[in-house]
């Protein structure tokens, strides 16, 4: 059992395989957060020697006697209107427009295992895991609201996983003004926040900064978790490397509106809230009803940042992702989007289709424009049926023909969206999020369909199920292409439109938790203009995610880096694109772009048909190459070697689970301006006795010598990279 309760002081303790998480009960009724960090063997009997006893100027809450003051205490789940008057992780206004809430100690309950989360993507235990559950129940004695902590501990992946239940056991409305996931601590001020911030085609780079008194926060109000901040912080001692040094990480798997911040106290005390974004939220919970908040991931590093993203890649990969491709390789695509973009007709596919086999490809994914009177982005979401003008074969047809070349078909579709020039807009107008009497902005002028509703959902479950039933169709990417404005549902009444937002991400999780069970055996890519919702709640439906628009493989470097501090190789969608990139025009060798994408999900996305005899032999080569690595690739773990928002360069290795072999990328970015000598990577992660040699047959070393003395690259010319590839004999 990882999670105990102790009678005798009231302290509960989770326990992973290298961390402590600790609570206790102050007289019997507080809730405390005493410790979260390296394991400890012991612990102090007494919850009170445990807090500091000082008063603070707001006093001590009435029933904490003995000079505890609430305002210094590190309530485990903190609540405004007493005397704690920092940011809380709860607030209400009741029926009579009281705003306190008090919550003390009622129940617990340990179990083996984890329940599902009603309605949210949540991690999940399979029979054999060892994970173990704690929920807390605490209550305001006054509105009868029932607050249920509820913590699962994944000992074998290092992680504790949190959410809240709420409760209302009383007679009048509840409105929750702010539900967070967490409120965790920090009990000296030496910590850096490190954060993935960025916007269109620059999709989470990495961001450090000091945490100083004040609130520090990231969030969104974008109806999506966003290209501009992802939900996910990490607080790390000054100076901590990837191997080094302490760090934990915050991670909500959640795909809306969020918020992350830290706050430094008088005392230098942090207080760390993550949850559902408090801006814009109300929600009336009336008497009989829950409202379940979604799941929030930390993990405690004492070995840099790299041991923190190996266990959250892990519990990702094979406890949050489902469904059969979690553990198979994907097919290898060809995406016609930079390929064509909106100019194709069935003809050029099928030539596509051809090249693209004879390159090795595995699937042709046909990308948007194949439905309505779509030729550019200014008409037809909604209109799902296909345009025969462009596929006289219609897409069981078009399937069939590129089925028999030798390859699996794929499909594009972003049924969140709705043009006002399209038939469903003629039919349901209302279907739009719009406030009344104002109108509403377009972006790439489409309009976002109102997925609260339940008729909303039942009409995208039907249009995709209809798509994917036309014929042989194995993928499909769900692309959503905007942020939403003036957030109101023509539905909802006016006392619910604040709901809007998380009422859209529970029927958004409905419509995919069914079309993903309905479909089985298609693969599905999350895509939102590149990267732009690539957060853990999609990762429950989604098993990859299409990284970024921005495909040149040196911005790539950047995106992918910070990418990885949080999700998995296995999620990350790596295009080969064309030079000059579309997005920049930077020029780069061929090679660099497959070596950059060999780091994730490989695939293609450029036209083939311009291509050489020779260019295509070469993407033959690399795909062969690709599938000797992928197993490491996808399925090992990674080791981030040098980072290129601190060096010249970018390299990433990846170590097979039993250590037979690793697969490293080295990559310059701009080199050229410094003259930089040659550069020495240690590779990480490796069996120090086995000997690792080289694909080639040409080198042969230790793997403590390729740890310790490393390997040398020596061609440093910008945009130039290799990869090399051991198994150990
Ligand atoms: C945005 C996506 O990120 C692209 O890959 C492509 O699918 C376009 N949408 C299509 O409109």
């Not at 469904?323 to 596919?349: Q, V």
């Not at 190459?625 to 060096?647: I, N, Q």
């Amino acid at each position: 059992m990882s999670i105990k309760f102790n009678e005798n002081n009231n302290v509960f303790i989770l326990s992973t395989k290298n961390t402590s998480y600790i609570m206790g009960l102050l007289k019997g009724k507080h809730l405390l957060h005493l410790y979260y960090g390296k394991k400890l063997s012991s612990f102090p009997n007494n919850v009170e020697s445990m807090i500091p006893s000082r008063l603070s100027a707001s006093g001590s809450a009435s029933g904490i006697e003995g000079g505890f003051s609430s305002d210094l205490l590190p309530t485990e789940y903190p609540t405004y209107g007493s005397t704690d008057l920092r940011t809380p992780a709860f607030h209400a206004v009741y029926e009579d427009g009281s705003a306190t809430t008090n919550l003390e100690y009622i129940s617990h309950t340990i179990y083996d295992g984890k329940k599902e989360l009603s309605g949210l993507p949540s991690t999940y235990c399979e029979s054999g895991d060892d994970v173990t559950s704690l929920e807390i129940k605490l209550g305001d004695k006054r509105t009868r609201l029932e607050v249920m902590l509820i913590y699962s501990v994944y000992e074998k992946y290092d992680a504790i996983v949190r959410s809240v239940n709420f409760i209302n056991d009383g007679y009048g409305t509840i409105n929750i003004k702010s539900a967070l996931s967490q409120c965790a601590y920090m009990f000296d001020k030496d910590f850096d926040i490190v954060h993935l911030s960025g916007g269109y085609g620059t999709e989470r780079l990495i961001n450090k900064t000091k945490v100083s008194h004040g609130i520090f926060t990231v969030d969104s109000k974008r109806m999506s978790s966003s290209h501009h901040h992802s939900p996910f912080i990490a607080l790390a001692r000054p100076n901590v490397s990837e191997t080094e040094g302490e760090v934990y990480g915050f991670s909500l798997i959640y795909s809306g509106d969020f918020i992350a911040g830290a706050e430094m106290d008088t005392y230098d005390n942090i207080r760390i809230n993550m949850g559902i974004n408090p801006f814009g939220f109300n929600w009336k919970l009336e008497p009989g009803d829950t409202f379940q908040i979604p799941e929030l991931v930390s993990i405690y590093s004492e070995n840099g940042f790299g041991h923190m993203s190996r266990c959250y890649h892990k519990l990702y990969r094979k406890r949050l992702c489902r469904g059969k491709f979690r553990d198979t390789h994907r097919p290898i695509l060809l995406n016609s989007w930079e390929a064509c973009y909106y100019d194709f007709n069935e003809e050029k596919i099928i030539n596509l289709a051809k090249k693209a086999k004879q390159a090795g490809i595995e699937m042709l994914v046909l990308d948007d424009g194949w439905f309505g009177k779509r030729d550019d982005d200014t008409t037809s979401l909604g209109d799902w049926y296909v345009n025969r003008k462009k596929i006289p074969s219609g897409l069981g047809g078009l399937a069939d023909r590129i089925n028999s070349i030798g390859l699996k078909f794929g499909i594009w579709m972003e049924p969140e969206m709705i043009s006002p020039q399209s038939e469903l807009y003629k039919e349901h107008p209302d279907w739009c999020i719009a406030e009344r009497g104002r109108e509403s902005s377009l972006y790439r002028n489409q309009l976002i369909l109102d997925l609260s509703r339940t008729e909303v959902q039942d009409f995208i479950i039907n249009s995709v199920s209809s798509v994917l039933s036309l014929g042989n169709i194995s993928y499909l990417k769900w692309d959503m292409n905007r942020n939403v404005s003036e957030k109101g549902s023509q539905n909802l009444p006016v006392d619910r439109q604040q709901e809007l937002s998380h009422r859209y991400y529970l029927g958004l999780y409905r419509v995919l938790d069914v079309i993903s069970k309905q479909f089985p055996n298609v693969l599905f890519e999350g895509c939102a203009a590149g990267g732009g919702r690539y957060d853990p709640g999609m990762l429950y439906y989604f098993p990859q995610y299409w990284t970024s628009d921005n495909s040149d493989a040196i911005s790539r470097l950047y995106i992918q880096y910070g990418t990885s501090l949080v999700m998995p190789s296995s999620t990350m969608v790596t295009h080969v694109s064309s030079s000059p990139n579309k997005q920049n025009g930077r020029i780069t060798p061929m090679d660099t772009r497959a070596n950059v994408a060999m780091t994730g999900q490989l695939g293609y996305e450029l036209n083939l048909l311009e291509l050489s005899d020779d260019e295509i032999l070469q993407i033959r080569t690399q795909i062969d190459a690709y599938k000797k690595y992928r197993d490491t690739v996808c399925f090992g773990d990674m080791y981030r070697l040098k980072s290129p928002f601190e060096s010249d360069c970018s390299s990433v290795s990846f170590v097979k689970d039993d250590k037979s072999s690793v697969f490293v990328m080295i990559c310059n970015s701009f080199v050229m301006k410094h003259l930089s000598p040659m550069l020495n990577i240690k590779l990480q992660g490796l069996d120090p006795k086995g000997v690792y040699v080289s694909d080639d047959g040409t080198m042969a070393y230790t793997g403590e010598f390729l740890m310790n003395r490393g390997l040398y690259f020596a061609d440093r010319r910008d945009y130039k990279s290799e990869i090399l590839y051991f198994e150990k004999q």
